[in-house]
């Protein structure tokens, strides 16, 4: 019996206001390389995500080597992303690009304790790609599309992250939902181009699996 080949985990398409609440993480084996989710407030899991804005700052915080930090900013907040000699093409991406640029990252959720206990929330770049205003704006589009549909599954029976969520989150799901349509609505009052053609750059090929579905594939190794 032949074996399939690994694939990746679906990359997520969330806004920065969601995902800077998604302090809580996990996995769902005790092998050691078992892949760690993030739980989006909205009930999803995410081992890797997907988004579109703009780079308005980027820095080089390293000591010793480069460590690049970019910030990057969606209608709903703020994603912050880290790039070191681990991630030499995100990190190179960052010192070329100036801000302010659209950009279009997938990556994987960060997250670490401040002194005070506070968790913070950032992305570990896998891909940064410059791309244009249209492109964004299909971003912010489906992504609302994407976040008004979990809010909408929350209360489903069966839905198991929706109850991780419940457990470990103080967060009414409809917030997200209003800031989605509140992104919608300033794309329906900006003077782009009608939102059509294709759903997503070259770089977010990654936000589906290889079969097309939007559920997770093998976890890579």
């Known amino acids: 019996m032949s074996q399939s080949a690994p694939t990746r985990e679906v990359a997520r398409r969330v806004f920065a206001s969601e995902f800077n609440d998604a302090g809580f993480t996990f996995t769902e084996s005790d092998d050691e390389r078992a892949p760690v989710y993030a739980l989006l407030p909205t009930g999803e899991s995410s081992n890797r995500v997907f988004f579109v804005g703009t780079l308005t700052e980027k820095e080089d915080v390293g000591d010793d080597s480069e460590y690049w930090r970019g910030r990057i900013v969606d209608p709903t907040g703020t ?18 690009l100036e801000p302010p640029a659209y950009v279009a990252v997938v990556g994987k959720p960060r997250t670490y304790e401040t002194d005070d206990g506070t968790v ?3 992305v570990r770049p896998e891909s940064i790609t410059e791309v244009d205003a249209d492109t964004r704006d299909r971003w912010v589009a489906e992504t ?13 029976e069966g839905n ?6 419940r457990e470990e989150y103080d967060f009414d799901p409809e917030t997200y ?16 181009d009608e939102l059509a053609g294709d ?5 977010a090929s990654d936000e589906t699996a290889p079969d097309g ?9």
């Open 213 to 221: 579905s939007d559920s997770a594939g093998t976890p890579e190794p």
């Open 79 to 96: 994603f912050f992303v880290y790039a070191g000699q681990y991630q030499p093409e995100a990190a190179s991406k960052l010192r070329d």
């Open 160 to 165: 198991e992250y929706a109850r991780m969520a």
């Open 177 to 192: 939902k209003a800031a989605a349509l509140s992104a919608l609505e300033d794309l329906d009052e900006g003077d782009g």
């Open 199 to 203: 759903d997503a750059p070259d770089a």
């Open 144 to 156: 609302a599309k994407r976040t008004i549909e979990r809010v909408a599954a929350f209360d489903d």
């Open 120 to 122: 913070r929330v950032s």
